[in-house]
Nanobody
């Protein structure tokens, strides 16, 4: 069983930066594709970013491309999401997720394990 714990959320102003962290335990982190998703009130959970097991391949939603950067440290079993130039529309609960199949995926149903989420609020 894989456990994922997110941290780093908070209340910031538009234009500010935040770095989210997700610590994994209970599995073989270095073999998993890791993703970040978010869910705003009244909306469906949506893909934000993903990273391959090696860190070589990354993917982003169009809405965050150029502003967010996903990275991982397999020695620390941790994945990060650096968020720059934050906008009010980035306000959501951000979830870390692990995909244990070694096939690239960006849909919520393709990820096996989920964290509890961390709130990010961006004021205008």
């Amino acid at each position: 069983q894989v456990q994922l714990v997110e941290s780093g959320g908070g209340l910031v102003q538009a234009g500010d930066s935040l770095r989210l962290s997700c610590a994994a335990s209970g599995g073989t982190f270095s073999r998993y594709i890791m993703g970040w998703f978010r869910q705003a009130p009244g909306k469906e959970r949506e893909f934000v970013a993903a990273i391959s097991w090696s860190g070589v391949t990354t993917g982003y939603a169009d809405s965050v491309k150029g502003r967010f950067t996903i990275s991982r440290d397999n020695a620390k079993n941790t994945v990060y999401l650096q968020m720059n130039s934050l906008k009010p529309e980035d306000t959501a609960v951000y979830y870390c997720a692990a995909r244990t199949r070694p096939v690239w995926g960006t849909s919520t149903f393709e990820y096996n394990y989920w964290g509890q989420g961390t709130q990010v609020t961006v004021s205008s």
